[in-house]
């Protein structure tokens, strides 16, 4: 899987590299599913929901360019697996997951990882997490019609931002946004396609964009 990352994909942030190696990816995926867990593509998890492909958890990290002294916020946690590789790469991580099931197994499998410098709430996630910001950097993991705004204002100045926009909830564009001291420089990073970011900022949950 890390050799496809980077000799097809190009990945080139060593440490992003390394973590995505020793990391147990199987441990994220349903049992059924674990033999395809390092295959070059996403996977189903419950709720309907998925795991991403491991180019796209490597690139949104990669675009994240951590040193490993940030705080982070993570919005859409799903089972935890990019939850776990943002808390092996940074000082601190406060993921949000709106379904209450998957926070809590999440949790559970990062425990059981000891990895304590993470932690998973339920929650709207276009909200954020306002008692820990401002944040350094800030991960969506699901599609938006556009970047919530309460995100953009709990990013610190300096930091960025990465997040699928798009105007339907099947396809969109990876942003990076950069806060600088008086605005927000945007970034296109190419197409995806994630599942939708559902919320007071997002889309609705009857929305069909």
């Known amino acids: ?19 995505m190696l ?28 998925t795991i991403s492909q491991p180019f796209i958890v490597a690139r949104m990290t ?8 940030e705080r982070v916020l993570e919005i859409g946690a799903g089972s935890g697996y990019q939850t776990a590789v943002l808390a092996k790469l940074a000082a601190q991580v406060y993921a949000i997951e709106r379904i209450a099931e998957l926070a809590r197994q999440a949790q559970a499998r ?3 990882l000891d990895i304590h410098n993470a932690t998973v709430k339920c929650f709207d996630g276009t909200l954020g997490w ?13 599609g938006a019609p556009e970047v919530p705004e309460p ?4 990013l610190k100045v300096g930091g960025c931002l990465v997040i699928p926009v798009g105007d339907t909830r099947e396809s969109q564009h990876l942003v990076r946004a950069i806060r600088t001291e008086d605005n927000y420089e945007f970034e296109d990073h190419g197409a995806c396609a994630f599942v939708p970011l559902i919320g007071h900022y997002g889309w609705s949950p009857e929305s069909k964009g």
Do not use: C, K, W
């Open 22 to 49: 020793t990391l147990p990816r199987h441990l994220f995926v349903p049992e059924a599913l674990e033999s395809r867990a390092y295959g070059d593509h996403a996977l189903p998890i419950a709720a309907n929901q």
């Open 130 to 142: 306002s008692a820990h910001a401002p944040y350094d950097r800030i991960l969506v993991a699901a």
């Open 62 to 69: 990669e675009l994240l360019e951590l040193e490993g002294t």
């Open 1 to 19: 899987m890390v050799e496809r990352l980077r000799e097809h994909y190009g990945i080139r942030d060593r440490r992003v590299l390394d973590v």
């Open 151 to 154: 995100l953009l204002t709990q």
């Open 110 to 112: 990062i425990r059981s």
